[in-house]
């Protein structure tokens, strides 16, 4: 095996990595914020690239506008949906809030993948490139999407975290993260952050789907392995912090094109490549039950 | 029952989370029949200290013996089991099972216990805590200060030789309080050892027998109220604090 | 008279056993797979619902059950129901072995940890195809050789209440109080003196074993088995059985298991809006019915007999017994 | 939800729960059929996931086209055909529901359909126990047909007649090294286990690695493969998921084929349907695929016809597998034509002595059981390879490279750059 290989395959591991991370970074926030797993996740993350395609496909709109449409367009979506199924979660009524959370966000799925099969078609769609052509960086070849999805990940993952320390309402929604009561005291309206937070992660699904379509190509059932990678990325990235997420990102990103690349039977590798990022999560788990940067899980009750 | 008389005991504790030590060396001992009273400003490790005594820590070094038995390391039902029960420092009930059901919970875990016995037992407790009427309720509904006495009874129902409270009296209503006070004197008198944690100085200096002081993670003082009120020690580390 | 809601339920399986074989096969091959489900749902509301462990993988249980059943059956030729109970062992080893791995989760940590592990178990089924056949499907050995499906009718039925009677007896024993005191604050359970380990760990041997022997009579019923029976989207649907039914008590699960199966069956008239239209049915019942749909009813249902009064009075007897 | 008291709501509570068991009951039966109504045919496929319900879709639509043309022309005996459709999410379990569902509650007198292997078999129980004809239509594995039973015919190729054809290919081609890559399902499993021995049997060196049919990110793998040593001169994709795409997309653009030092070929459909050249552009040019239809220059005026009837209908072109599913309609039509019953063993019957002219060919069924998958098999079902030349390439347009008795082109694969 020579260095140029693994340098290969190390920097494709990145490139993936970050796009992971665009999507948990999603999951982690409104983890944080709403405290509950949103297993929706991955089909949000579905509607923001269709809505990203028909933006594009009817309206002739660029897409790198487009993506912004469909963020925006996400993002008022969520909000509908989280005003509609979420509210009993700050109800004393809901005996079981953590379960709520997590039934209703996998009803949620099921509803939106199966609809999407009707609303969309069965076949994949795949909009336009944000920019055409390949990258040769030596031996290593890029596609300028993947380049550009990378760099705007990053560019997002920024925004997001600036947003989160340097802004009235980025601290704010981290207070309500780590206190709903003091932050209630100070007078934040906690209810109407759940909402913004839960648009806001939609909003990253949706870049990231809009990202991710020309790439991988949109299809309703898109959804379902980036879910399961991103509940990876945030467990090992600890739940709700948005650094560890990204840190987590690129690793599973990197750990898996590694596997790919260097599991000794070659006719099984590509095969067990996703059990191989699980696996490390559950090995993780055992030993760090709360995560690898992990703060300790706090019911909401 | 060791020789001594002494119940339970933390040697050279030392627990520490992360960068913090939060018990280093503490030597803590307590008496059969004794009521200790543990202050000690915040983050002096005093719940650490009772978490490793009552098994739900286990300590970095040192060990804790219980009647003579070396324990530290053991899950926490081992410690219940052999007559430690503790109160916590938020009221941690049951909270979606009634009243009644609270009281049978450890009550059941006593080897060779009868459902019928357990539940005669459970209710003459609620009626020792004026509780009786509330049985079919679910724990969570009740009033906080009625949490507290719940939960003082469900450590009675383990028949304890050494009941560990922490902060009993932390938001109690003044009236519910006195009620709680009377029940722990009470339950002194018929024989129980007890270590109260509160920041509540007037309660805690009614009822001890005995005051140890934490600071920053050790024990600064040991020994009847009136002398460790007066103890320089313990005035600078309130005081510089 | 007490128990008046026992009586009614035994009277309503009489009907129904006696009215088995004029049903139609489709529709009794509907209450087979909800029976199975049935099973399923029951013994993932003992572990999710009393002890609150809510676990992802009882689907892969089920496959674990399965597969082992026919993969002996086909190998050493052994009866199929010794098949059936070596299929259950292994999930009750497993799925303490699980149980006690993930000792220290709690809430999602738990839920992820467990789909990870179906997850893996699914793509192993899957890959390892010179074993299970894959995507293929492992083609399994019939339970009963007969033209009708009626044997397996009383066969699903026979074992969905031997199982609700055993999970029952524990529910009501003094071990169903202690699987609920850990669900609601493990710390303050073992101040308590429960051994939290242990009934965690029984909980998930118990659970996964009952998953297993639903698997295996699924196996040997349809008669093909495929990797996907452990995936994520059966897990999903029986989730959702017993959120809908009230995954806190036993027959409110199992009466989810029947409601969801059936009314996905009855969904079949709306052609390619069947699923969405469940999902629209899914999210409005646990937004406007968040504890179970079925739970008030089946607490008014038991209070029939005027004697038991909620879950308390099964462990505690009631006043005018401690007196007598 | 607050609780009423009395005991009308106990009541209430007790007729619901029996009413859980006893509601199944007043489905019983259904009305005895008479003479003037229509004849029920039941259709069933994967129309939701996991399924593959993209395949599915088409393989629907066409049956309706199959069935409105039927009824046009004043439909069966005298009577409509009326299809009643069941979804099965590729689940063997939903299968034998939805068979079971079509058998003893909308009373059809046979079922065509399915996409997926594994629940296929599942179906062929139910009907072969109730005695219904079924006609498999997109199922390849040779098991279908090899149990024999009588109620089971095809009218798809199997993977005997199709993932041969690319190893008889491969070898004929002068392919030395080839790296197969096929997704883990039924159909992709099937092909692998009949493709490796026969390029075994040409002395063709191979690998082969499965994937999950979910994937969609082949970097690592393609590249895996691009420092084999020594290197593979052919890439050969057994996929018909969503992955294919990106796959086909990556394996071009990472350089690793089509390449002139490496060819690559995609069994399993994706690359016939509507959307394949939008999702993969330039990537597509020199790829290798099947059609398991009629090549155009054989085109009958059937296969213009419902071309163009579906593409009227649908706006878009039918997939082979669409075609399929239309001729198994009209299959059965004929059928029970001759067979002037709806009863199941006349059925059978007259589906043996089938002699019918459709969009993909003459229609006969083998009756013979060697080799054992012949039985009730289609043995002349067309299966045609193509390679694109061109970007935006009807499949139908593309030039035959096999089998050489039909081939429109006299080179075997043309590499990029000749």
Known sequence: MSWDYLFIQAANGAVIGIIYALIAVGVTLIFSILKIVNFAHGDLYMLGGYCAYYVITLFGVPPLPAMFVSMAALFTIAIILERLLLTPLYSDATERKDEYGLIVTFGLAFFLRNIAIIAFGPFPLKPPSFISGVQHFGNLIVTNDRLFAGSAGIVLILALLYFMHRTIWGQALDAVSQSREAAAIVGINPRRFNSFAFGVGAALAAAAGALIAPIFSLAPDMGVLPNIQAYVIVILGGMGSVLGSIIAGIALGESEGLFTAFFPDPTRALAYTNAFGVLVLMIVLIFRPNGLFGRRHLRME | MSENGILIEGSRVTKRFGGITANDGVDFAVAEGDLVGLIGPNGSGKTTLINVLTGHLTPDGGKVILRGRQVSGKPAHIYAATGVARTFQSTQLFGRMTVLENLMVPGLTRPRSSAHEVARRARACLEFLNLAHLEQLYAKNLSGGQQKLLELGRCLMLDPAILFLDEPFAGVHPHLRDELIKRIEELHRAGRTFVVVDHDMESILRISRRLVVMARGRKIADGPPEAVRTDQAVLAAYAGL | MRHLHVYILLAVAVLALAYAPRVNPYWMHVAIIAMFYGILASSWSLLAGYAGLFSLGHMAFASIGGYASALLVQWYGIPIPLGMAAGVALCCALGGLIGWVCLRMSGPYLAIFTLGFAEIVRITFSTEDDITAGMAGLHTEPLFRAATRLPYFYTAFGLLVVSLALMGAIVQSRWGLFLRAIREDEQAAAASGIDVARFRILAFAIASGFAGLAGGFYGHYIGILTPSLGGLDLMAVLVVMAVIGGMERLPTAVGGAFAVEFLLELLREYGQWRLPIFGVILLLTMRFARNGLLTPFWLHFVRLGGGARGAAAVVAPGRKDSRA | MRIVEGRHSAAACALLLSGLVIVPTLFLGGSPVRAAEPIKVGWVGPLSPPGGYAEGALMKDATQIAAD??????????????????????????????????????????????????????????AHAAGIPIIAVDVWALKITAKGYPEVFRVAPNQALIASKYGEWLAASGFKNVAVLYEKTDGGQSARDVLLPVLEKHGVKYDVVGSDPNATEFTAQIERFKNHSPPYDFFMSIYSEAGAYPMISQAYTLGFAPTPHAGIANTGGPAVDPTFWKNVGEAGKYLVTEIVGLPKTAWNDKTKAFVAAFQKRFNQTPSPQAIENYDAMWVLADAIERAKSTDGKAIIAALEKTHWLGGRGLYTFSTSHTPDWAYHQFMEAPVALVQFDKVNQEPEDAPIIWPRDIADVKYLYKKPGE
């Open chain 4, 69 to 126: 043309e039927i009824n046009a022309k004043g439909g069966v005996l005298g009577r409509k055909i009326e299809v009643s459709y069941q979804d099965t999410r590729g689940q063997p379990e939903e299968g034998t529901a939805a068979a079971q569902r079509l058998i003893s509650q909308d009373h059809v007198v046979a079922i065509t359909g399915e996409f997926h292997s594994s629940v296929f078999l599942a179906e062929m129980e139910v």
